[in-house]
């Protein structure tokens, strides 16, 4: 396997998890980017290049910066702190709550 090629499974990947923390499913990012389905499984998969208005695009639409889904040189645990506020957004008030009262508890656990 060529450098090119584990680079495009890599990118691949990092599209795949953040559609799927976005909320789309493969035909819904096809449908934005003005492609077929199949495209968006053969990007995933690393078997199809990305142009870089595409791999714009899926920024923009999965709410992730380029240089995260080229896997770049940037601070994972702030992308994964950005990834979870999404998550966080969406659930209702009272597991919001129960889910702070747990980290809390998390917290107090790891200081002793």
């Known amino acids: 396997m060529s450098t090119s090629d584990s680079m495009k499974e890599a990118v691949g990947r990092r599209i795949r998890e953040a559609r799927k923390l976005a909320g789309l499913s493969q035909g819904q ?3 934005q980017l003005g492609l ?3 495209s968006v499984s053969e990007i995933e998969a690393g078997n ?3 142009t870089a208005g595409e ?3 899926i920024a923009e639409l999965c709410e992730v910066t380029v240089s995260w889904l080229l896997g770049e040189a940037t601070d994972e645990r702030d992308d994964q ?4 506020a999404r998550e966080l957004s969406k ?3 009272e597991d919001l709550k ?3 009262t747990l980290l809390a508890s998390l917290r107090k656990e790891g200081e002793k």
């Open 29 to 31: 990012l096809a449908t």
């Open 36 to 38: 077929h389905r199949p």
């Open 48 to 50: 199809r290049n990305v």
């Open 55 to 57: 791999l714009k695009k």
């Open 81 to 84: 702190l950005k990834l979870a």
């Open 91 to 93: 659930l209702k008030p």
């Open 98 to 100: 129960r889910l702070m």
